[in-house]
């Protein structure tokens, strides 16, 4: 009976003794706390964590790729939209990310939601569609310095879907093809303005010189005389010039 006693003693502290060593991989680190108060964090590698006084909770320090769900947004220009995006972060300090919230991963989740909404509420649908990287970068420094005080690195934020309604594609391609029709004609406007003014400038060189009207006009019926349909007329006072 003694024996049994003793035999099972020494196997309970051999388990201890075991359990008291700890493997933490190179991305790996332990807060260890100390009947119940933070103590020091440790790791990587072969750590020693004393039984029934000391107890670890696992970081993992590498980045975390979170997609954030479809979020019901509405511009500053009361247009209905659905966005959702991706948030890249990373635990650098384990003891802010342990003690400092419960749980730093739905914490972030929940806030990155909010802060999606927030910040592209501020602007107008043609913004989000055409400047999505200076949102991204708007979203993330937002974001950064929230969860700072959770130890909490976010490194990028990007935007991936912005789903319109139908009804709203229909507009924006209405309005593409009227923003196209005002550009031809833009161009159309400008291109007769600057045909104007060279017309402008040579009748000011013909009028200096009067036989190049002549030559001109000469040259004129050169480029018709190939169509034998084409009637030429000529200017009494063209005549009266050669003479």
Do not use: C
Not at 80 to 109: C, G, H, L, M
């Amino acid at each position: 009976m003694f024996l049994n006693f003793g035999f099972i003693s020494i196997s309970i502290l051999l388990l201890l003794l075991i359990s008291a060593f700890r493997i933490l991989r190179e991305y790996e680190r332990g807060v260890i706390f100390m009947l119940g108060r933070f103590y020091k964090v440790k790791g990587p590698g072969l750590i020693i964590v004393i039984p029934l006084i000391q107890q670890m909770v696992r970081v993992d320090l590498r980045t975390v790729v979170m997609d954030v769900p479809t979020q019901d947004v509405i511009s500053r220009d009361n247009v209905s939209i659905k966005v959702n995006a991706v948030v890249y972060f990373r635990v650098i300090d384990p003891e802010k990310a342990i003690i400092q919230v419960e749980n730093f991963y739905d914490a972030t989740s929940q806030l990155a939601q909010t802060t999606l909404r927030s910040v592209l509420g501020q602007h107008e649908l043609d913004e989000m569609l055409a400047e999505r990287e200076r949102l991204n970068i708007d979203i993330q420094t937002s974001l950064d310095e929230q969860t700072d005080a959770w130890g909490i690195k976010v490194a990028n934020v990007e935007i991936k879907h912005v789903d319109l309604d139908e009804r709203m594609v229909k507009a924006i391609a209405k309005q593409a093809e009227a923003e196209r029709t005002r550009r031809a004609k833009v161009i159309h406007a400008e291109g007769e303005l600057q045909a104007a003014e060279k017309l402008m400038q040579a009748a000011k060189v013909l009028a200096e010189q009067p036989g190049a009207i002549q030559l001109r006009y000469m040259q004129t019926l050169t480029d018709i005389a190939g169509d034998k349909s084409s009637t030429i007329v000529f200017p009494v006072d063209l005549l009266k010039g050669f003479k």
